[in-house]
């Protein structure tokens, strides 16, 4: 089993910056891909960045340029960190990981609103 927490939601103004986190715990390795994923209301679930084995990189278009995905020395941390947002960023952020199948955090909630 894999645990991931999510954290560094919140509310933001158009043009902010958040940065969001998520801890792995359990059976996953340091090689194990991870990234963020984002669903909106009324909305299907979407990738916005991934960090594989050697800190390859793939990020959705619109967030290119604004967003980085990062991870820590140990590999089990995983960070996003989110520039210049937009209202159309808002949604709830999933952390996900792949060790023998997909885990999923809980979500934290991105609203991005003046």
């Known amino acids: 089993q894999v645990q991931l927490v999510e954290s560094g939601g919140g509310l933001v103004q158009p043009g902010g910056s958040l940065r969001l986190s998520c801890v792995a715990s359990?059976?996953?390795?340091?090689?194990?891909?991870m990234g963020w994923y984002r669903q909106a209301t009324r909305k299907q679930r979407a990738l916005v960045a991934t960090?594989?084995?050697?800190?390859?990189?793939n990020y959705a278009d619109s967030v290119k340029g604004r967003f980085t995905i990062s991870r820590d020395g140990d590999k089990r941390t995983v960070y996003m960190q989110m520039n210049s947002l937009k209202p159309e960023d808002t949604a709830v952020y999933y952390c996900?990981?792949?060790?023998?199948?997909?885990?999923w955090g809980q979500g934290t909630q991105v609203t991005v609103s003046s």
């Open positions: 996900n990981a792949c060790s023998g199948r997909n885990y």
């Open positions: 359990g059976l996953i390795s340091s090689i194990s891909p």
């Open positions: 960090i594989i084995s050697g800190g390859r990189t």
